[in-house]
């Protein structure tokens, strides 16, 4: 059974910092594209960040550039995100995704079950 276990989240200040981590089981996506997402209340799900299969390739929301960075390793199985300076804002439930491709994508098929962080202000 393939899991995408998130974990990291929890209650900050604004301007602080934490790192989000997905665990993945059940496969490995070495070569795979995987991303995080965030729904906050009252609103739709949104893109976060994605990364490609080997690391090489990035892409953020400009609401997160310069303060989230996103990470995998691959020899671990696990998906990082590293969120700085954050706002309140930023407050929402985290998902982790995988594809099924290993390029950038729109379309993932692997979602995890959250973790919530809250900023406040």
């Known amino acids: 059974q393939v899991q995408l276990v998130e974990s990291g989240g929890g209650l900050v200040q604004a301007g602080g910092s934490l790192r989000l981590s997905c665990a993945a089981s059940?496969?490995?996506?070495?070569?795979?594209?995987m991303a995080w997402f965030r729904q906050a209340p009252g609103k739709e799900r949104e893109f976060v960040a994605f990364i490609s299969w080997d690391s090489f390739g990035t892409y953020y929301a400009d609401s997160v550039k310069g303060r989230f960075t996103i990470s995998r390793d691959n020899g671990k199985n696990m998906l990082y995100l590293q969120m700085n300076s954050l706002k309140a804002e930023d407050t929402a439930v985290y998902y982790c995704a995988a594809s099924n491709l290993p390029g950038f994508t729109t379309q993932y098929n692997y979602w995890g079950q959250g973790t919530q962080v809250t900023v406040s202000s």
């Open positions: 059940g496969r490995t996506f070495s070569r795979n594209a």
